[in-house]
Structure formats: C-alpha cells, structure tokens
T-cell receptor, first 114, second 113 residues
Framework: DAGITQSPRHKVTETGTPVTLRCHQT?????MYWYRQDPGHGLRLIHY???????DKGEVSDGYSVSRSKTEDFLLTLESATSSQTSVYFC?????????????FGPGTRLLVL | ELKVEQNPLFLSMQEGKNYTIYCNYS?????LYWYRQDPGKSLESLFV?????AVKQEGRLMASLDTKARLSTLHITAAVHDLSATYFC?????????????FGSGTQLTVLP
C-alpha cells in the first residue's frame, strides 16, 4: 500500500469553515499529489509536490492550498469550504520502479460540506 | 488541454464472456495507466504502458497501447464475478518527473452469473 495514510477519513463541515486534510507517507517518496473524485469526472488533480516546500497547481486548484514542510506530510487546505467541494479526496505518491513508475493512492477522505 | 475518454461508461456482462474497454486520449503522452477501484475503496494500480505496441497481461486482463492512434484497450477474457469494479485509464501528458495524470471517467463493470 506504499505506506500512505490520510486523516481524517470522514469529515462533515459547514460552508465557510476552514478544513485541512493530511496525507502521511512513511517511505520517503519525493512526489505527492492530491486528487478529488466526483461522480462522472474520474479523478482530477488539485495540487502536487515535488519536494519539501515545492508545490504546484493541478487542473482544479481554485479554492485549495497545500503545504509540505516535511517529506512525509502533504497538507491540503480548503480556506473556506463550499458545497461544491463535497467530494472524496485521494492522496497519491509516485513510486519509481525504473520505467514502471506509477502512482499509488491512499485510502481517501470523504468530505461533506453542508 | 489533455482529454481522456473511456467507453463504455457502464458495462454489464455475463461470466465467461469477453469484452474490451477503450481509452482514447487527445494529445501526445509518454505513458498510460490502468487502475481498478472497488466500491468505497481506493485505486489499485493494474498496468503501466510506456511505448507504442506495449502489451501487458495479468490474469484475465490484458492492456495494450497504440500511441499513434492515441488509444489503449483493456481486454477482459472469460469474465468472472471478482472482476466487477470500476476501471480507470489515466494519461500523463506532462513529460515531467512529477506525473500529472488526467483520468478518464471510468468504466463500471458488472459481471453477472
């Protein structure tokens, strides 16, 4: 499972409140990613990180910020949650096995914004 | 902008039958992925396809890649109930070390007895 955990696993919050989701990895992977999954859209990339303090935007970054102060932790923050951010959020890491590099996904966080 | 289209989106098939899921993408890419997702679960990596003509097989699943046609297929042979899941293809169009995947919408496969 590439040693990825996400917390919390489930969260219910109200519109306008800040929310932070945590992704933790134990195997010192350089690249980490945040995706959201919504019905009919597959997964969409929000932000990614290519090292400590090195992050960049993905396809659907509006309304989200990220931080990575340690190799093992990648935080996703919704500064002021909206109902459109109700989704399942997956963290992923890249694990390189030579040319067969792939992304491995965490267990996901279900977020409901009321 | 890279677009990835899968079809069909829903597939119901009987045990023992064969079928193919198609994944088309719109721009050049150097790798394509297939994932499986069971309901309420995370994604499981199935295949990584790197070059034109690549073919990989695992059990009853076989994936292939035609980069000229920008098409990948996931072929299911003699389906069994355990293969019921949602299958996603994903394409990396970034050509960077930090892989930025664009996913298809997924194919929900139901294998009936």
């Amino acid at each position: 499972d590439a040693g990825i955990t996400q917390s919390p696993r489930h969260k219910v919050t109200e519109t306008g409140t800040p929310v932070t989701l945590r992704c933790h990895q134990t195997e010192n992977h350089r690249y980490m990613y945040w995706y959201r999954q919504d019905p009919g859209h597959g997964l969409r990339l929000i932000h990614y990180s290519y090292g400590v303090k090195d992050t960049d935007k993905g396809e659907v970054s509006d309304g989200y910020s990220v931080s990575r102060s340690k190799t093992e932790d990648f935080l996703l923050t919704l500064e002021s949650a909206t109902s459109s951010q109700t989704s399942v959020y997956f963290c992923a890491i890249s694990e390189s096995k030579g040319p067969q590099e792939t992304q491995y996904f965490g267990p996901g966080t279900r977020l409901l914004v009321l | 902008e890279l677009k990835v289209e899968q079809n069909p989106l829903f597939l119901s098939m009987q045990e023992g039958k064969n079928y193919t899921i198609y994944c088309n993408y719109s721009t050049t890419s150097d790798r394509l992925y297939w994932y499986r997702q069971d309901p309420g679960k995370s994604l499981e990596s199935l295949f990584v396809l790197l070059s034109n003509g690549a073919v990989k097989q695992e059990g009853r699943l076989m994936a292939s890649l035609d980069t000229k046609a920008r098409l990948s297929t996931l072929h299911i042979t003699a389906a069994v109930h355990d293969l019921s899941a949602t299958y996603f293809c994903a394409v990396d169009g970034s050509f960077r070390s930090a892989r930025q995947l664009t996913f298809g919408s997924g194919t929900q496969l139901t294998v009936l007895p």
